[in-house]
């Protein structure tokens, strides 16, 4: 039987940031571990803005930064022949070119659209069962309760649709579905890209992310949700006085000067995130030298229970570093309580502080352990394989 033919659209050349590089590679080398045969594509059919790393986070329609971020990125881990993206305004292909890339498309046995940043018509794919993977849970799924006419065309054209929302469709969470069956998915993990590196006692508990997004908050039966994050990281500013740990968070905080200053006024320290981000590299070794996450999580997922978990929470998990995350539900799918704690309070995250400095090796095995054995590739990718079998 010939291998699995798979084709992964997803986000990188317009976002070239260390997060999406890694999510990428994650599906692209779970999916050859299986011993699919796989391809990542990317253009600007659908959705052409990209963005360019620097002061002003330039964004641009010139997609010379993201070509090179991901030819070199891509090179370094095995698949330099083995991606596409297509500049639809000028007409010009880059990576593998032309006749691979269509080639590749047209002889897919499986098209896994990441978050629906590209949009390839059938015609394009005609072989390929088609798979929505859901990474923005309840803002997708409420948004369709909405009436977004154009989303839910986009959803339509899959035929088989995954959320990292695990909790959706079930009793412990009220988020409509939209008359869609929604299976439940989380981020595959390569383990051998975190190898855990000795702990240093000094490091900090650490995070990288956005501070604040306006412009998307969602209503649903008379509730509004926010899509941020900063009303629910200002509920936790005591924490480094009452805890007496470290906190690192790596967003872009200072654009908020007032929130700048009461983040480092309660002994917050604050990195800048594109000296984070734009390498994957150092992004990986930033995760790695840190002591363990500590995050909150958008006050949608907490409080309508999606059971989301991030795809970086779980690379910290696999670097051996235990995870201290908002309580979204995602205990219902995971194992809480040693290498990784749901928090609800204050009090909630000062007791897993307490449990992890008691005993931080036992935490730190715990925590590599639990992505060795929920986050690994066959337990996965495997559904989603199903979809063609």
């Given at each position: 039987?010939?291998?699995?033919?798979?084709?992964?659209?997803?986000?990188?050349?317009?976002?070239?940031?260390?997060?999406?590089?890694?999510?990428?590679?994650?599906?692209?080398?779970?999916?050859?571990?299986?011993?699919?045969?796989?391809?990542?594509?990317?253009?600007?059919?659908?959705?052409?803005?990209?963005?360019?790393?620097?002061?002003?986070?330039?964004?641009?329609?010139?997609?010379?930064?993201?070509?090179?971020?991901?030819?070199?990125?891509?090179?370094?881990?095995?698949?330099?022949?083995?991606?596409?993206?297509?500049?639809?305004?000028?007409?010009?292909?880059?990576?593998?070119?032309?006749?691979?890339?269509?080639?590749?498309?047209?002889?897919?046995d499986l098209f896994v659209?990441?978050?629906?940043?590209?949009?390839?018509?059938?015609?394009?794919?005609?072989?390929?069962?088609?798979?929505?993977?859901?990474?923005?849970?309840?803002?997708?799924?409420?948004?369709?309760?909405?009436?977004?006419?154009?989303?839910?065309?986009?959803?339509?054209?899959?035929?088989?649709?995954?959320?990292?929302?695990?909790?959706?469709?079930?009793?412990?969470?009220?988020?409509?579905?939209?008359?869609?069956?929604?299976?439940?998915?989380?981020?595959?993990?390569?383990?051998?890209?975190?190898?855990?590196?000795?702990?240093?006692?000094?490091?900090?508990?650490?995070?990288?992310?956005?501070?604040?997004?306006?412009?998307?908050?969602?209503?649903?039966?008379?509730?509004?949700?926010?899509?941020?994050?900063?009303?629910?990281?200002?509920?936790?500013?005591?924490?480094?006085?009452?805890?007496g740990e470290r906190f690192?968070?790596?967003?872009?905080?200072?654009?908020?000067?007032?929130?700048?200053?009461?983040?480092?006024?309660?002994?917050?320290?604050?990195?800048?995130?594109?000296?984070?981000?734009?390498?994957?590299?150092?992004?990986?070794?930033?995760?790695?030298?840190?002591?363990?996450?500590?995050?909150?999580?958008?006050?949608?997922?907490?409080?309508?229970?999606?059971?989301?978990?991030?795809?970086?929470?779980?690379?910290?998990?696999?670097?051996?570093?235990?995870?201290?995350?908002?309580?979204?539900?995602?205990?219902?799918?995971?194992?809480?309580?040693?290498?990784?704690?749901?928090?609800?309070?204050?009090?909630?995250?000062?007791?897993?502080?307490?449990?992890?400095?008691?005993?931080?090796?036992?935490?730190?095995?715990?925590?590599?352990?639990?992505?060795?054995?929920?986050?690994?590739?066959?337990?996965?990718?495997?559904?989603?394989?199903?979809?063609?079998?």
């Amino acid at each position: 039987m010939s291998a699995l033919r798979v084709v992964l659209a997803g986000y990188f050349v317009r976002y070239p940031l260390g997060g999406y590089a890694w999510q990428a590679l994650h599906f692209l080398a779970g999916f050859r571990s299986l011993g699919c045969d796989v391809f990542f594509y990317e253009d600007t059919a659908y959705y052409g803005e990209a963005y360019v790393p620097g002061a002003d986070g330039m964004r641009t329609t010139d997609y010379g930064y993201g070509v090179r971020a991901a030819a070199t990125f891509f090179e370094t881990h095995g698949f330099a022949d083995a991606w596409g993206f297509w500049d639809a305004g000028a007409d010009r292909w880059y990576g593998a070119g032309e006749a691979r890339t269509r080639a590749a498309l047209a002889d897919a046995d499986l098209f896994v659209n990441l978050a629906g940043v590209n949009r390839v018509p059938r015609a394009a794919r005609p072989r390929a069962a088609a798979a929505y993977v859901d990474l923005d849970p309840a803002y997708t799924q409420l948004r369709l309760a909405e009436g977004d006419a154009g989303l839910a065309a986009m959803v339509a054209e899959h035929d088989a649709h995954f959320t990292l929302g695990e909790n959706i469709g079930t009793a412990a969470c009220r988020i409509p579905t939209g008359g869609v069956r929604w299976r439940p998915i989380r981020q595959p993990i390569v383990a051998k890209w975190w190898e855990p590196l000795p702990m240093d006692p000094a490091a900090a508990y650490t995070t990288v992310g956005k501070w604040d997004a306006t412009g998307r908050d969602v209503t649903f039966e008379g509730e509004t949700f926010a899509w941020r994050k900063r009303t629910e990281w200002l509920r936790f500013l005591d924490l480094p006085r009452t805890t007496g740990e470290r906190f690192r968070v790596a967003m872009d905080v200072a654009g908020r000067p007032d929130d700048l200053a009461r983040l480092r006024a309660a002994g917050w320290e604050v990195a800048d995130p594109l000296a984070v981000s734009s390498d994957p590299d150092v992004y990986r070794a930033f995760v790695r030298g840190s002591r363990g996450e500590f995050t909150v999580a958008k006050d949608v997922n907490v409080r309508l229970r999606s059971g989301w978990f991030s795809d970086r929470s779980a690379c910290y998990l696999a670097a051996g570093r235990p995870v201290v995350n908002q309580d979204t539900g995602f205990g219902v799918r995971l194992p809480v309580g040693e290498g990784l704690f749901a928090f609800r309070t204050p009090d909630d995250a000062r007791a897993a502080f307490a449990a992890i400095a008691a005993d931080p090796p036992r935490h730190g095995r715990a925590a590599r352990a639990l992505a060795l054995e929920y986050f690994a590739p066959a337990r996965v990718l495997g559904p989603m394989l199903d979809v063609v079998r």
